[in-house]
């Protein structure tokens, strides 16, 4: 695990874009992507495991009433993983982890809780790449066969119609990434994908541990969380744009013209 403290915006900058240059296309291009939590503390764990640790078990029964009881708003979808990122965004407990694409996506994540702004916040960053060896051999030729590192919602439907088969597919857990499709403007505007591991105890953590996976923490220091989070907003990258429609102007407005600066940037020079 390499562990990076940053200092400033520029140096966040230095930090996401470091080591993306692609000399075979000639254009900036990796296979990184990013979860930003507000509390570098916090571990990779899915709300499944925050809510049932007791009994893993009921992740059956919560995804059946959920289609159970929300069966008149989930007309318009079929399938057992189309279904899964509804539940998330919805906040059904799965064991489903959010990521994005998008480094500064990520930092707005880890920004803008300010209720947080006592602790340092973090982005986390993989090589999706670096999990492909690790699937069973079914998943890797469907992988290679389409030249891709990441499985679309159509691939999975047709190669692991549940839960239950994904973890028989091998003896050791493993994690695949998944893009859902952009049926929710939110999904769509947060560069979304979501991870998920083959065994529900598995953590995602103790995948890389296992497997040796090489990973990246951003720290972003409390006394410069503000700083990162104004930015952010200069370039449109907030509850406006991450969460659309009305809920996302207020909570913009509402922090926007909080009292922030004060409180959190009365030791800072002026830049």
Not at 10 to 29: C, G, I
Not at 80 to 98: E, I, K, S, Y
Not at 167 to 195: H, T
Not at 204 to 218: E, F, S, V
Request: aromatic fraction near 12%; include cysteine; glycine fraction near 4%.
């Amino acid at each position: 695990m390499q562990e990076i403290v940053i200092g400033s915006w520029d140096e966040l900058q230095q930090a996401v874009f470091d080591d993306v240059w692609d000399s075979k296309v000639m254009r900036y291009r990796d296979n990184r992507i990013y979860r930003g939590t507000s509390d570098q503390r916090w571990n990779l764990v899915p709300s499944l495991n925050r809510v049932c640790a007791h009994n893993l078990a009921l992740e059956t029964q919560v995804f059946r009433s959920f289609r159970k009881y929300g069966y008149a708003e989930l007309a318009d979808y079929s399938g057992f993983w189309q279904l899964l990122p509804v539940a998330q965004h919805h906040g059904l407990p799965t064991r489903l982890l959010d990521w994005t694409y998008s480094p500064l996506v990520a930092a707005h994540f880890a920004t803008e809780d300010t209720g947080c702004y006592d602790r340092d916040g973090v982005i986390w960053c993989l090589d999706v790449t670096d999990f492909k060896r690790y699937m069973p051999e079914q998943l890797q030729k469907k992988l290679r066969d389409t030249d891709s590192n990441i499985f679309t919602i159509g691939m999975l439907e047709k190669l692991i119609p549940d839960f239950k088969r994904m973890q028989a597919l091998s003896d050791e857990p493993y994690a695949i990434f998944f893009e859902p499709s952009s049926m929710i403007d939110r999904i769509a505007n947060q560069y979304a994908l979501f991870s998920v591991v083959s065994d529900p105890a598995v953590l995602l953590t103790d995948i890389l541990a296992k497997q040796g996976i090489p990973y990246r923490k951003i720290i972003i220091p409390k006394e410069v969380k503000l700083e990162i989070r104004d930015k952010l907003d200069y370039i449109n990258i907030s509850e406006r744009m991450i969460y659309p429609g009305l809920d996302g102007v207020c909570r913009w407005i509402t922090r926007r013209y909080a009292a922030l600066g004060p409180v959190y940037n009365a030791n800072r020079n002026r830049e």
